[in-house]
């Protein structure tokens, strides 16, 4: 006879026991019943928030209907364990029916912890927690314009993107004097707050909220100290409490501060049943991560199969994308350990902080911080947990590979026993051991066989150079995916919607990808259907990320600036009229730009549409400030009015500028047009940069400016215009077809083996037989290009969309400006 096991809960850590379960072959032993309160099979948590924009519950789903019924594991959904009685060894449900079992196991996980705040019982206050708690939010947020999420951690955070995405003005407010002070510390947070800003979120923090105002409905929020703001819908997202309820009532022991009191093997008082998850109090407190919730799972499996294995803690590390931010936290992050030397890296241009924390003796990495590029964070967490010796140089551990610096080591020189995927425990020997022994050749296939990468998705990125440095090893060809909803490069990509003619996103990913997307993968298919087709960004709005959705860059205070093309820098006084009178009509602030355009500041996002409409009329266009696509072709007088000048670098730079605006392109390009050797257009400096020369012109490629900068290569020499913009179109149409996500043409070329010849070769020599098909693409879009600017002007369905209220059409009162040098900027931080 199989033992009976009761599950009780129906969450990730109760599905991954079920999983571990049927790995290990126990089900010959035992049988399993599950009891769930909620009407939905396990479902993702970690990506709970994607069921908010659109995702279907099914897609969520840990495991599908069928696999519980091939395992003949029972389901039992829309219902409550109310009782114990553990000497009978019964399961008392809600429905009156009990359930026998010999051996009890409590997964019952944790529920949103609800400050006692006075009105908390109001219409509009919610908690972010199941997927019905999300469907209320989203029924109840098409009557919000404002909106409070208290709580500044991970959920929080997602809570406020969500309805700020519907159009809600919305404020953070927390009672610590930061966010997220677990994984942060001050210098690290102010960073992210300033990113928080940028993108329009109210931040509000060391305070507590004495009251929800309103009557039935909460109408405002009133801080301890008097002051208050309004809103129409509060989410509470203030951590968590474990579900011991039933262990309470049952008579187990559980924690003063609550939680089910277990022992390393995961028992509980009472012999028999057992507690996993965020349920368990273990080691002396709560694990909120699916990391150690998973590994909890674990080892219970390994205790019913015989074995010894005992649960001593676990890795908080964490790696979070945060409104457009990264963050990611690992080891002793803040510093406690005594006399450890703090190293940190600040970039207020770029908004980039690291800090790590090295051992005394300098020999150990012991945590870190990272905030807006976590590209280093997996290899640094191998560092720190392997306790691999540091170099003579620690910083450079700062510089990171992302910036073609940091300390090199290789994924293959990590042991075989090091855990890359701490949700699932699988160790770097067994995801090469898929790869050699049986043939794995991508990251899903790694997924399916090792189940690396399938918790909270940390991992992927070293699962994917894993793979990618063993299968080089092996002398395999290998490919970058995009990310791990498509199992195809960029440039596959490209292919697959040009050749298949697919023109929206939900098409690619239902034809060529699975799951539900990411913000890699939507925003990169925005910019290739723009790039393939044509068609202005705007049509893809629910994919792109904030400037592209409003065709402007946003800037600090929620305002946007407003950016016309002026070809090759070259502008009528009637025009420079044009512009001076605008920007007094609408107040902007204004400023000559690096790129010999004008810049105006401070539009609020319902002013757009009507601010181009004027520029239109008055023989404008939009400038594609904000896009991934050519920026400028900055120019000097030339030969028109210098003395020096040798060709009319003014000219040819309209005429380059005209021909490629609206280009969409894996990173922004710029181009440069000088009238002689003396170089005042910087035209070395830029994507490319052409130069006169006694015989013509000579083509530079591949330079840029910025944070790395690069200088740009010689292409070609002493050719006339006709040939230049001919190795012009071929050169970019290699380039928007073949470079990989954000990636800037000297990354790109540096990338390419053979470099500069090799590009000489294809452009030139057209050494692919590609060159006639360059041509003609890139006659496409010079034929079919439409100003973006005027598409929302003259769609009304478009326009409409520019606004602040998703359910109104009032200005966002919210925005405040000081005054400046006789304009105005933003009220200061």
């Known amino acids: 006879m199989k033992e009976k096991i009761i599950i009780v809960g129906n969450g990730m850590t109760a599905v991954k026991f079920c999983q571990k379960m049927v790995d290990a072959g126990l089900l010959n032993k035992f049988e399993l019943t599950v009891v769930g309160e909620e009407p939905h099979y396990g479902y993702d948590r970690v990506h709970l928030t994607s069921y908010y ?57 944790s529920s949103a912890f609800v400050p006692p705040i006075e009105g908390r019982e109001k219409d509009g206050v919610f908690v972010y927690r199941t997927i019905y708690d999300l469907a209320l939010i989203k029924e109840y947020v098409k009557d919000a314009k404002k909106g409070v999420v208290i709580g500044g951690g991970l959920l929080g955070l997602e809570a406020a993107k969500a309805i700020m995405d519907d159009g809600v003005e919305c404020s953070i407010v927390d009672r610590n004097p930061w966010l997220m002070g677990r994984q942060l510390d001050k210098r690290g947070a102010s ?241 090469c051991g898929a790869i ?31 793979l990618t440095a063993t299968l080089k090893k092996q002398g395999k060809d290998t490919k970058k995916v995009v990310c791990e909803h498509f199992d195809y490069t960029r440039q596959e990509l490209y292919d697959i919607v040009k050749l298949e003619g697919i023109k929206t996103y939900t098409d690619l990913l239902h034809k060529k990808g699975h799951g539900a997307g990411c913000e890699i993968c939507k925003p990169l298919t925005a910019s290739l259907l723009a790039s393939i087709w044509n068609e202005p960004i705007v049509k893809h709005q629910q994919i792109q990320d904030t400037n592209d959705k409003f065709l402007g860059n946003i800037q600090r205070g929620g305002t946007y600036s407003i950016v016309p093309r002026i070809p090759g820098g070259e502008i009528t006084p009637e025009k420079l009229e044009v512009i001076g009178r605008i920007g007094k009509k609408y107040d902007l602030y204004c400023k000559i730009t690096g790129g010999q355009r004008i810049d105006l500041f401070g539009a609020r996002v319902d002013q757009l549409p009507t601010i181009w409409e004027e520029l239109i009329n008055e023989g404008f266009e939009s400038g594609h400030a904000y896009g991934k696509s050519l920026r400028t072709v900055k120019s000097c007088v030339g030969s028109t009015w210098c003395r020096f000048g040798l060709h009319d670098s003014v000219s ?112 030139i020599n057209d050494s692919l037989g590609m060159a006639e098909q360059f041509e003609k693409d890139m006659q496409y879009m010079v034929d079919t290009y439409k100003c973006e600017w005027k598409e929302v002007v003259d769609n009304p369905e478009l326009r409409a969309k520019f606004k602040a209220f998703a359910n109104s059409d009032e200005p966002d009162s919210s925005i405040k400006f000081v005054p400046m040098r006789n304009q105005k900027m933003p009220t200061p931080w």
């Open 436 to 466: 050699e022994d049986d043939d794995v050749t991508s990251v899903a296939g790694l997924k399916k066989c090792t189940k690396a990468g399938t918790g909270c998705g940390g991992c992927v990125p070293m699962v994917d150079d894993i």
């Open 652 to 763: 040819f730079a309209i005429e380059i500028e005209n021909r490629y605006k609206g280009l969409r392109s894996p990173h922004k390009l710029k181009g440069g047009v000088s009238g002689c050797v003396r170089e005042c257009a910087e035209a070395r400096g830029k994507d490319f940069g052409i130069i006169a020369t006694e015989k013509g012109w000579n083509l530079f490629v591949c330079g840029n400016g910025g944070a790395n900068p690069a200088h740009a290569q010689l292409m070609a020499s002493d050719i006339d215009s006709e040939t230049c913009i001919k190795y012009l179109d071929r050169f970019l149409m290699y380039y928007i077809k073949t470079a990989s996500p954000l990636t800037r043409t000297s990354k790109w070329l540096a990338g390419l083996e053979g470099g500069m010849e090799y590009l000489k070769e294809v452009v």
């Open 191 to 431: 960073f992210l707050h300033k990113k928080l800003d940028a993108h329009g979120l109210n931040i509000i923090t060391d305070t507590n909220i004495a009251r929800f105002l309103g009557d039935e409905k909460v109408t405002g929020v009133e801080f301890i100290d008097g002051t208050s703001i309004d809103t129409d819908i509060v989410i509470i997202s203030s951590g968590i409490k474990a579900r011991d309820e039933l262990a309470v009532k049952a008579g187990l022991e559980v924690g003063k501060a609550g939680g089910i009191l277990v022992d390393e093997g995961m028992e509980t008082t009472f012999p028999g049943i057992y507690a996993i998850g965020e349920c368990a109090l273990a080691v002396g407190m709560i694990w909120g991560l699916v990391a150690p919730c998973y590994e909890m799972a674990d080892v219970l499996v390994e205790r019913l199969n015989g074995n010894d294995k005992s649960f001593t803690g676990s890795d908080m590390s964490t790696k979070l994308k945060l409104i457009g931010s990264e963050v990611a936290s690992f080891g002793d992050a803040l510093g406690n350990t005594p006399d450890c030397i703090p190293l940190m890296l600040e970039n207020k241009f770029t908004h980039v902080y690291k800090r790590i924390n090295i051992s005394p003796d300098g020999k150990y990495l012991l945590g870190g911080i990272l905030v807006g590029d976590a590209a280093d964070y997996n290899m640094l967490l191998q560092i720190y947990k392997n306790k691999i010796l540091l170099p003579p140089n620690p910083e450079s551990l700062l510089t990171g590979a992302s910036q073609g610096g940091g300390f090199k080591l290789s994924v293959l020189d990590l042991a075989d026993d090091a855990v890359i995927c701490s949700c699932e425990g699988v160790t770097k020997g067994k995801i």
């Open 53 to 109: 924009t659109g995702t279907p519950v099914k897609d969520l789903h840990l495991a599908p209907k069928e696999w519980y019924k091939e395992n003949s594991i029972e389901v039992i959904k829309n219902t409550k364990v109310i009782d114990i009685d553990k000497l009978k060894k019964t399961a008392l449900l809600d429905n009156e029916s009990a359930l026998s079992y010999d051996i009890l196991v409590l997964a019952t996980g």
